[in-house]
Every structure is written in C-alpha cells, then in structure tokens.
C-alpha cells in the first residue's frame, strides 16, 4: 500500500496538466486527495504503531543482486509522514484560493510529487533508498522555489538552496556508506538497533549529521531558508513548515537514540542548534516583511528542534519530536495567514499595513493563537512543548549527560532562555505588524478572502490551541520514542501545569523579557545599528561562488584553447599510453587466426581501404559516403558470422546516418582543406595509428581472455523460459536487458531535443503547416489529391525546376510498402530479426523519403503532428510496460505471454512453394508493448531530426540566415554577411 500511495502522487504530478485543463484551479482539490488517502491510511496504522510495533514493506527490486526497496514505519516515522501528508493536504486545498486567478501547472504538479518524495524519505529503511529521496526533495524544492523563472529572485534562491542542500547530501552520502560498510547493512532500523562503533563509524555519522544541519538550514547553512522565500506562500508554508526542513530533523531524530554519544556529536549538536536559535531570532527582529520574519523565526525553531532530539537525552527526545509537531502547526497556519494579508491586501510589508485587525477581526485572533504557540504562551500546545524543552535543560545543567560540563549547561540553558525570549519578540513584532493600526500607513485595498482559503488555517490553528489541552495523550504517543533514548532522566510529561519550578520561572522569563524586547524595539533597533558590520553567512557564499566561478574561468582558458583537435589528442594521448602501459604487463597473449571464414578476407580489405581513403579525403560528402562504406561491411561481417539482427541493425543505422551526414554537410563547405600537408598533419596520423593499433590490441585481449563460459549460453533456453520469445537479441533488449534499453531510448530522446533546440531556438512547436496554407500563398491553385498530376500532396509546393516526379512516383509506391515493412519488424522481432528499433528506423526513413522527394511541407503532410509528442508518447508507453506488471502481483518489467487462436487457414502456399503464415495461433508477449515505445522514440527521433536538420535549415535557408557554401571552395559565406 505504501509504495502505492507513493506512486499515486507521482501520477497525481502527471496528471495535473490534464486535470488543470478541464478543472483550472480546482484541479487543486483533486490533487489534495492522494495525501489525503495517504493521511487516512497512516491513521488506520495508529493501534499498531502505539502498541509499539513497526510496519516493514519490502519490495524485492533484483531479488538476483539482493537489491530491494525496504520501507519502515516506526512511531518518529509515522509522526513525521502523518505531518507530511495532512499538512499537504490542507496546503493543496489551500492553494486553490491561493492561485485563484490562474492555475500553476508546474508548480502544483511538483508539489504533489514532493509530498510523496517526502512520504517515502520519512518512510525508506534502506540508508540508499532514503538518500535518492532526500535528493529528489532537493531538486524539487528548486524546482517549487523557482515557480517564477522570470524573476530573478527567484531564480537566485532556488540556485542557492539547490547548492547547499545537495553538498551537504554529497556529505552526507559518503557518511552513509562508510555506515553501512561498518555495519554491514544499510537498513537503518537494523543499524539503529545494533549501532557498530569505531573511527570509520563517528566519521559516517558526523557526514550525515552535516546533511542533516544543511538540509534544516542550521549555521553555517542558515541563510539558503530565508531566500527561498521568493516561492509563493503557501509553497513555503510547506516547505518550511512541514516538509524540506523537516526531513534533517528527522533524521538527527533517528539517529539520535544510537549516536549521540559519539565524538563531537552534542558539542556540534548544542553549539550549532543553540547559535542557529539566537541568530534566527535576533535576525527575525530587524525583519519587515512578514514572511521574511516568519522565514527567520522557522531557523531559530529549527535550531531549537535540532538541539533537543539531537543532545541524546530521553526529556529532550519527548520534547523535542512535541515541538515538530506544535511547529508544524502553528507555523503553518502563520504561513497561510500571511498568505489571505498577501492575496487580499497586495502587500507583506509591516509598515504598510494598517488596520487589518479591524477589518478581519477574525483572522487576527487565528494569526494571535498561532503567534502566541510560537511563543509559547499557555495554554497552547507550544507552551506545553516549550515547557518540556525547559525540563530537559534543568537536567542537562543537573549533569545529565555527564559529558556536558556544567559550565557548558548553564551558558545553553542562559541562551534558550534569551533564544525564546527572542521568539516571543519577533511573534508579538509578527502579529503587531499584521493586524494592528499605524500612524502614517497608507490606507489599504482589501478584499474579503474566501472562506474556503480561511478554512484551512483555522483548522491548524485550532489543532494548536486543542494540543495544549492533550499533554497527557501526546505524553504517552511519544514516551516510547523517548524511553528509546539510552540516557537522562525521563521526562514528567507533557502538561500545562507542574507545578513551581525551574521549568516555569524559564517560561516566565522568557515571556517577560520578549515582552520587553517588543515594547523597546525601536531602542534596540537603533542598537542593532551601531553593531559592527560582520560579513554575513550569505555573502561568504556568493564569494565563494564568484571565486569559483573565477578559478573555473582561468582554469579553463589556460587549459582549453579552443582548439579540437589538441582536445581529442590529449584524450587519446591518455588513453593510449595508460592502455599500453597495461598491456606491457601481460604475459601471456591469446592466439590469433585470420579468419572465421574466407569471405572475411576481401570485406576487411575493402573496409580498411574505405576507411584509408576516408581519412585522406579533402571532400566532405566523398568522406561520409566512404565511411559508410565501412559500416555497410561491418554488417557484412555480422552476417557471416550468423548475427542477421545485428546486420540488418547496422544497415538502418548506417542508412540513417548517411541521410543525416549528407543534411548536415549541404550547408557547409565542399572541401575540408586546401592547406599544404604541414607536420601537425603528421602528429594526427601517428596518433590516429597508435589510438587503432591500441583499440585492436585491446579487442584481442579481451577477446581471448575469458576463463569462464560465458552468460549467453544460457540466454538460449532462458530467452524462451522468460522472455517468450526465439529471437535472442530483441529479447534481451525488451526483457532481459530492458532497463539498458530503457536508458538508450532515454538518451535518444535526450539527443533529439538537443539538436532540435540548435536549429529552433524559441520554441520547436507550432513548425507544422499543411499544404492547403501554402498554397493560400501561391499564385498556383491548390490541385486535389485526385488529380492526375499529384503523386505526392505537397510536390505543387516545389518549384519545376527542383521537383521529379520519377521520385515522387516512386515515393508514392514505396512509403505504404516501408511503413508495413517496419509494423512486421516490430511485430515479428520477438521471434525472427527485427524489433522495435529496427522497425523505428524503417519507419523514421520512410518519413525521410518524402521529405527528401517533397520537402519539408511533404514532411508535415505525412506527420502532422510536433515530434515531442511522439517521443514523450514512446517513453510513456516504454514506462507504462514496466510498471503495469506490478499492478497485477508481477515485478517491473516482467513478461507474460499470451495465445490467442484467430479463425481461418494457418497459412498460404504460393505458387512457388513457400508457406505464408496467415491466421491461426497468435502468440502475444506483454514485453511487446516496450518495444512500441521504442518503435515510437526512434520514430519521434528520426522525425525531429528531419524536421531540425532538414526542414529547420531549409526555412534558415529561406530566410538567409544559413551559410552559402562557395563552390569548389572550402570557405561558406555566413548567413549575417548573406543578409547584409
């Protein structure tokens, strides 16, 4: 069910672009659901999870290389992803006030598909498993931060929170394999239970404790959080209240238990969470822009939380995991708040706003319960939280742990009292900001906000003021977690009264003071200005980059010359010497033959020949057309030696290529070079003879160094016995293989898009136009298709000078006989040669044959369509194959086959004697639907490329922005002097 439910948020994701087309922002609503399902799900776990047991998902992913995906649900877990999943449900719902006017597809597709990346980082047992999520909840929260890419802001704050966030997850992930080597397992609940120790152990946990602070924002990481305010409101509301910072106090929580008495643990844990606290608050004072302070605020909170789930005692581990949950709340609903003031006033500014308490006299009283639970003022839940927190530091200075100094104690108990004075300051500055009345302020326009976007935070806010009152049941929810705590003395409990005691004189203090700091803001602002100018963290940063920045510049002009072919040289120099320096080690070298078989002979002398003259060549097509010479004997060589797939592979590619060489080089000059043969032209001979003198002594080695009989022997039996199919190739590459095949049509895709974005630099969409509208422009009438002159729809566009109707009749024939020749390879692939790629590529000429009879209107009539779609379609459906064997008890790509008995003769004797099969069994594998998606990327990719290199430089041509090769030249004249 849980990896369920984290899929659904993915295809939630997806789907949004539909849903937002027909339901515009209510599409929010539907969204809103898979976390809520998740949310409802989690709650039927409850009596598990409270009666001390966990719930373990596992997935065997390659059961062959003992690879699984583990997930784990204990009770910090189920707390965490219950936060993660109702705190996104009321944000989504939210957002469909919020983004009232126009629905951000971009923007609430990701944030679905982050809450489910945050679902299954709070839930993976497996340390690998969790760090892929941990990185997507980075590259999503980039993503979220930059919902605005034109502004500048934006797109500043999302790079910024995008490099500290996955530095400190490269750190991180060294820690977690020099964990899991020392553990010998990366199952956290195992490690957790059994912790290893050691000099590799304390250097793993401190790598992932710095993840951790970079992924909370704690110093020296603090200043990523207040810029990612540039995101939209309620974007950061969960964010930065219940999910992304969240994710490094979560895991300081779960390794808290087992590690906090490693070496420099609590030092770094105490000195860092009680700094962050201090500057996060005294920074929050200067702010004036409420979501700035809250931003501020959120990093002081932050360090407080890291500080007591992470010192290791069983009082700060109950108070600490009470604070995630009171912060969720009553940050949120402070977020949204800030929110309806934004969306219905037009401004965050403190100074500007005036009177609001007036207007909204409801929202006041929302945003002063969840400012005063910030500040933890009773009887909210974040006194009882607050509380707590002043109980575990009475221990601390008491002596518990012992390696605390005493000393050290009461300085961290003097500055939470002072970090939380700061806090009830910058709430009381929050809430005086927000709704009281300013002398001088502008008067405002306001418009009522809807009740379904005032909704949603009085719900938080209320759960904020009812968890005061549930100190006793939250007790007892968190007291296993804390009892899991090997050291300190167990807390009293979580409640509104304790009675007189040091924990209650802190509150006090802290509530006495901030009240003071409030009232005296202006004198301590003026204070606050005559402090010396430090150089803060941010700008650290941004000298750092520039120096970076700066050092890759020089690094790259002294060592890059603009020059090719000393790149190239270099390269192969490296690698033919580290080659021959291995192979001057060998002692024993396999033997060698001539041949497999005489008729080798004259196709290798023909390639080595072609090849030769390609080489020394001055003409750009002689040299292309003699390289494909090579190719052709290369298939040739495949089909001698018993491989018809790979023969009639290598011909399409090299087929391809040829078209795609020849559309590339009419462009430019006829001659490479006219230059006289000079020494550097030697240089780049030797090295092309010792690069293939190495290549082919490499090929030998590895050719006869095998000891052991090789895996494909047994690819004969299990291409059948799982695959279902006879052809041994296309099989391994729709099954056995698959996930390579999948990251080839990946790249296909990937490369396709890179040429098209060359030639069509806006935008490669809107390039297709029919020929009725050409004709529209013509002086010509536009001739029906049943006129005896037209054999291709789009010839009447060509001038007579160009057109041949040799060619198009000959089109006209052979495009229907392609098109079929390419659905049998695709369909027989699985038991005879062909396949998927093979049958795209037949497929993908046939479109370049009309193209090249036609031109680039020929083009469109045959594919009407953007060949974006085409390949996003292939790769849909490439996925769709993979992961629909898991909907019904199967594994990712797994097969199954299926026979199906079509009424009529099995088959057809022709005059000659040869039997045609026609009706009868029909044998239909599910891996057969991979190869479609194939089929469909090399299509997409063949058309791309003929619409980029053909069609694109032929409009370039048009418009005389493309060069104009001189004649018997080597030289071409630039499209900008062409127009001048």
């Keep these: 069910m849980l990896y369920a439910l984290i899929a659904a948020h993915v295809v939630a994701g997806a789907s949004t672009p539909w849903l937002a087309r027909f339901l515009g922002s209510r599409a929010f609503f539907v969204l809103a659901l898979v976390p809520f399902a998740a949310g409802v799900w989690l709650l039927t776990l409850a009596p598990r999870i409270t009666s001390g047991e966990t719930v373990d998902v596992r997935l065997d992913w390659i059961p062959g290389l003992g690879v699984s995906l583990d997930m784990h649900i204990g009770l910090v877990q189920w707390v965490l992803a219950l936060i993660v999943c109702w705190i996104g449900a009321c944000v989504l719902i939210y957002c469909r006030w919020y983004f009232d006017k126009e629905m951000p597809v971009r923007s609430g597709s990701i944030l679905t598909i982050f809450a489910g990346t945050m679902l299954g980082l709070v839930t993976a047992d497996d340390l690998i498993l969790m760090y892929v999520f941990w990185e997507l909840t980075s590259v999503f929260s980039y993503l979220l931060i930059a919902h605005d890419v034109t502004r500048r802001a934006n797109r500043g704050a999302a790079n910024t929170a995008l490099l500290v966030t996955t530095t400190g997850g490269l750190a991180m992930l060294i820690g977690i394999v020099a964990l899991g080597h020392e553990a010998g397992t990366y199952s956290l609940s195992q490690i957790i239970a059994a912790p290893p120790s050691g000099a590799l152990v304390t250097v793993g946990v401190l790598l992932m404790l710095v993840g951790a602070l970079s992924k909370s924002a704690l110093i020296p990481f603090h200043f990523w959080l207040p810029g990612a305010m540039a995101a939209p409101t309620p974007i950061s509301a969960y964010l930065h209240a219940a999910a992304m910072v969240k994710a490094g106090v979560y895991l300081v929580a779960v390794l808290a238990p087992a590690f906090a008495g490693v070496a420099f643990w609590r ?68 977020f949204m708040c800030v929110g309806i003031i934004d969306h219905s006033a037009g401004t965050r500014n403190l100074n500007e706003l005036n009177g609001v308490g007036y207007r909204v006299p409801w929202l006041a009283v929302l945003g002063g319960l969840a400012a005063l639970s910030m500040a933890g003022v009773p009887p909210l839940i974040g006194f009882v939280t607050k509380e707590g927190a002043f109980e575990s530091v009475t221990y601390l200075v008491n002596g518990e742990p012992p390696s605390v100094s005493p000393l050290a104690a009461i300085v961290v108990a003097f500055a939470l009292v002072f970090g939380s004075a700061l806090t009830v300051a910058y709430s009381l500055r929050w809430w005086w900001g927000a709704f009281a009345p300013k002398d001088g302020a502008p008067v405002l326009n306001w418009h009522r906000p809807a009740v379904g976007m005032v909704a949603v935070p009085v719900v938080l806010g209320a759960l904020s003021l009812v968890g005061g009152f549930l100190g006793a049941p939250l007790t007892e929810l968190l007291e296993p977690y804390a009892q899991s705590v090997r050291t300190g003395t167990p807390s009293h409990g979580l409640a509104l009264w304790h009675g007189l005691g040091w924990p209650l004189f802190m509150s006090v203090a802290a509530v006495v003071a901030g009240i003071g700091l409030f ?73 060698v033959r001539l041949a497999d078989s005489w008729a080798q002979i004259p196709i290798a002398i023909v390639m080595v020949w072609a090849a030769f003259l390609a080489a020394t060549s001055r003409g750009r097509l002689r040299a292309v057309l003699l390289t494909g010479v090579t190719g052709y004997s290369l298939a ?162 060509l001038s007579p000078q160009t057109r041949s109707l040799v060619f198009e009749v000959v089109t006209r024939l052979l495009f229907g006989l392609l098109i079929i020749t390419s659905l049998y390879l695709l369909l027989a692939g699985h038991n005879l040669p062909g396949g998927g790629f093979a049958g795209g590529l037949v497929a993908g000429m046939a479109l370049m044959v009309r193209y090249l009879t036609a031109g680039r209107h020929e083009l469109d009539e045959a594919a009407p369509f953007d060949a974006g779609r085409l390949l996003g379609a292939g790769l849909f459906t490439a996925i769709s194959s993979a992961i629909i064997p898991v909907a019904f008890g199967g594994k990712v790509l797994e097969s199954y086959d299926l026979h199906v008995n079509i009424p009529g003769p099995d088959s057809w004797t022709t005059p000659w004697g040869a039997n045609w099969p026609m009706f009868g069994e029909l044998h239909l594998v599910s891996s057969t639907l991979f190869d479609i998606g194939v089929y469909l990327v090399v299509v997409g990719m063949i058309l791309d490329l003929a619409r980029s290199l ?31």
Aim: glycine share 8%; proline share 3%; aromatic share 8%.
């Design 267 to 334: 030092p770094t844990v105490l000195i860092l969470g009680t700094a962050t606290m201090l500057v996060g608050g005294w920074r929050a004072l200067r702010q004036t822009d409420l979501k700035l302070l809250l931003a501020y605020g959120t990093v002081s909170q932050l360090g407080f939380m890291v500080l007591l789930v992470g010192v290791g005692t069983r009082s700060a581990a109950l108070a600490g995991m009470a604070l995630v949950i009171a912060h969720a709340l009553f940050k949120s609903t402070l």
């Design 950 to 980: 053909g069609s694109g430089i032929d409009v370039h041509a048009q418009e005389d922005i493309a060069p104009m090769p001189l004649a018997s030249s080597t030289k071409a004249i630039p499209g900008q002097e062409r127009r001048r």
């Design 519 to 591: 009232l005296a803001r202006d004198r301590i602002a003026a204070v606050q200005s005559t402090f010396p100018k430090t150089v803060a963290a941010e700008e650290i940063y941004h000298r750092s980059m520039r120096g970076i920045d700066r050092l890759a510049v020089e690094t790259t002009a002294r060592t890059q010359r603009g020059s090719l072919s000393i790149y190239l040289g270099t390269i192969l120099i490296v690698f033919v010497s580290l080659a021959t320096y291995s192979m001057l080690r060998i002692q024993q070298w396999p033997s």
């Design 636 to 797: 040739l060589m495949f089909m001698i030696a018993g491989a018809p797939d790979l023969a009639l592979t290598q011909v399409l590619v090299e087929t391809v290529s040829l078209v795609i060489f020849v559309l590339v080089i009419r462009k430019l000059p006829r001659y490479f070079t006219n230059r006289p043969l000079s020494s550097t032209r030697w240089w780049r001979v030797l090295v092309a003879l010792l690069v293939g003198t190495t290549v082919t002594l490499i090929a030998l080695v590895t050719g006869g160094a095998r000891t052991a009989a090789p895996v494909s022997e047994e690819w004969y039996d299990a291409a059948y016995d799982f695959g279902y199919g006879k052809n041994i190739v296309n099989v391994a590459l729709v099954d056995m293989r698959a996930w390579d095949t999948f990251g080839e049509i990946s790249v296909l895709v990937i490369a396709a898009t890179g040429v098209a974005s060359l030639i069509f630099l806006r935008s490669r969409t809107a390039t297709v136009t029919r020929t009725s509208e050409v004709m529209e422009t013509h002086d010509d009438d536009h001739k029906d298709d049943r006129n005896p002159g037209v054999w291709l729809r789009a010839g009447q566009t």
